[in-house]
């Protein structure tokens, strides 16, 4: 069973596609890369995939269960990111802490 399945993802943002029916399949161990030039749309499929951005139209599953329209937090899914996404009016404290509120 794949653990991580994209099934014909598609993610518009206003008049622009980023997303034209991505689709991929993850099993569980499996070490997956996902590469391709700037603008792509890996960060937009991920986003898509841990919860971040609804997909315009397509489905989303973990362990054979659909999670397209399940909230972020209920997905178990993380994400880290190349920079860092780190309030600056926060101390380190707040910014740790927030993710826990």
Not at 3 to 13: G, P
Not at 21 to 46: D, I, N, P, Y
Not at 79 to 88: D, E, H, K, R, T
């Amino acid at each position: 069973m794949d653990a991580i399945h994209a099934d014909s993802i598609i993610k518009d943002f206003g008049e622009v596609r980023a997303l034209d029916g991505v689709s991929l399949r993850v099993e569980a161990g499996e070490l997956f890369f996902l590469l391709g030039g700037s603008g792509c749309g890996k960060t937009t499929l991920l986003r898509c995939i841990a919860g971040l951005e609804e997909p315009t139209s397509g489905q989303i599953f973990f362990d054979g269960e659909d999670v397209t329209v399940l909230p972020t937090h209920k997905r178990e899914a993380a994400m880290v990111f190349q920079s860092y996404a780190l309030w600056p009016h926060m101390t380190v404290g707040q910014n740790i802490g927030f993710g826990l509120e």
